[in-house]
């Protein structure tokens, strides 16, 4: 810690420097105006100690001086005067000084000075200035701090989908209160969710990304508990007519109305019970990959990076991203499709019984055993996974194999990673994937082909015959030839 002491008094001036430097801050000395200048120029400071009695620069106080120079605003300063000068500092109209000492004073009151004001401007400097919560400089203290100490922890990446477009609309002073909004929400949801002392840790990154740092354990309650009250609240920034509209109509740059959807919120989840994480930056590009993937679907939602964990079901991908489904508590919670399926009324509580026992005892997908026992069709779980899940399905059914697709990935490669390329167009390509939130394959097919993919939901029993026909096909060639 750097700590300048700008005073005539040399007995005075030996006096602070030598309590400070007994306290290991490293102090540095002026005797005259025109030096405290010099040195502010020449290096930065984390405090300034400066006497009233210093001489002036061009008629006019040095405080002045240093107050005009934009990186040296946030410097603070500690006046140094004697006590019949109080009431001219109070009746000061631009006083520029943050605290001040009467000489002579305390050792230990000068030592204790320094240390408050050092402290609230680190907090001030660290601090957001929207919405006063702790920002980069802080956020990454933190991590950095759970690294070293080998603590379990989640990281949440929250962020606005359809913000800017908001923005344009309504104006920034409309969007600064979303913003304040936002994390209003998210405190009201770490008191509920983690309210004991350093359970959890809210930091804003800037705009409108936020970052959440708890337990593990309290990761995906934290985040179904923010998407909802968020999806709740956000709609009353909005006017009657586009709240009903469902959208918003903005200008862009060439003066052509688009249509925007009205605004949701991603939560993109990492944590490392899995992987070992060393910085900061490894644990941003995985959620920064995530996030992405999320931002390519409509609505508000909630995942975890599964890289160095895979999700094994279907259905658990559809339990973390629907916000609106309650954590299970029942056995038939357990299985998210069967419940839709009978609250649709497409299955009654008799087959899903049995479906249940099946599932159980042979570990298939309740989906495919209820299609087997032709209690539903494929079709109904489709459209079923549709609407909860707010991806796009695909009836591999109609989908016939076309000798385009294998210049894309082979076959072997469609049959691991349980994808059926669809079509591709201005540089993205549309697939069927019976896992679509399977990042790893994700990232394998725009390595491969140099499109970006865009997952839609295929069925397990679907994909299965789509695999007979492509390898019927393919032996019926074999034979032409």
Request: with cysteine.
């Amino acid at each position: 810690m750097r700590v300048l002491v700008a005073e005539k008094d040399p007995q005075v001036r030996a006096l602070v420097s030598t309590r400070l430097t007994a306290r290991h801050y490293h102090v540095l000395e002026a005797e005259e105006s025109e030096e405290v200048l010099r040195i502010l120029a020449r290096q930065s400071v984390d405090l300034l100690l400066l006497s009233t009695e210093m001489d002036r620069i061009g008629g006019r106080h040095l405080i002045e001086r240093i107050r005009q120079k934009s990186e040296w605003t946030a410097i603070p300063i500690i006046l140094m005067t004697e006590e019949d000068r109080i009431s001219e500092l109070v009746m000061s109209q631009d006083r520029g000084f943050d605290d001040f000492l009467i000489k002579p004073f305390n050792p230990l009151v000068l030592q204790l000075r320094v240390s408050i004001n050092i402290s609230r401007a680190r907090q001030r400097m660290e601090a957001n200035a929207l919405t006063h919560l702790p920002g980069n400089i802080a956020i990454e203290r933190v991590i950095r701090a759970k690294i070293e100490r080998g603590e379990k922890f989640s990281i949440l990446y929250i962020d606005i989908n359809h913000f800017k477009a908001f923005n344009d609309r309504y104006g920034f002073q409309k969007g600064d209160d979303v913003i304040r909004q936002s994390s209003k929400i998210l405190v009201r949801t770490r008191e509920e969710v983690a309210p004991e002392e350093g359970g959890c840790f809210i930091g804003h990154i800037g705009g409108d990304d936020f970052i959440v740092v708890l337990a593990p354990e309290r990761e995906e309650a934290f985040a179904r508990k923010f998407i909802s009250e968020f999806d709740r609240i956000i709609l009353t920034y909005y006017n009657e007519a586009d709240q009903k509209r469902g959208f918003i109509r903005v200008k862009n740059r060439q003066g052509k109305s688009e249509s925007f959807p009205l605004m949701s919120c991603v939560v993109a989840a990492c944590n490392n019970l899995s992987r070992e994480y060393k910085s900061l930056g490894e644990i941003s590009q995985d959620a920064a990959e995530v996030k992405s993937f999320l931002k390519s679907q409509p609505g508000s939602h909630y995942l975890r990076d599964r890289r160095s964990s895979p999700l094994r079901e279907l259905t658990h991908a559809m339990e973390i991203l629907a916000p609106d489904m309650e954590p299970a508590r029942e056995l038939k919670e357990l299985n998210p499709i069967g419940q839709i399926l009978l609250n649709a009324g497409l299955i009654s509580q008799e087959q899903l019984a049995a479906a249940l026992k099946v599932h159980l005892a042979s570990g298939r997908r309740l989906g495919q055993v209820l299609i087997a026992m032709n209690a539903v069709k494929s079709e109904d779980v489709g459209r079923m996974l549709e609407k909860k899940l707010n991806l796009p399905y695909v009836s591999l059914k109609s989908v016939f194999p076309q000798r385009e697709n294998a210049r894309l990935f082979s076959f072997e490669f469609m049959k691991a990673h349980r994808v059926v390329p669809l079509e591709s167009a201005e540089g993205e390509l549309k697939l069927a994937m019976c896992d679509p939130f399977d990042l790893r394959t994700l990232d394998a097919v725009e390595r491969i082909t140099g499109f970006k993919p865009a997952p839609r939901l295929a069925l397990e029993d679907e994909f299965e015959d789509f695999l007979e026909r492509c390898e019927k096909q393919a032996s019926e060639r074999e034979k032409i030839i």
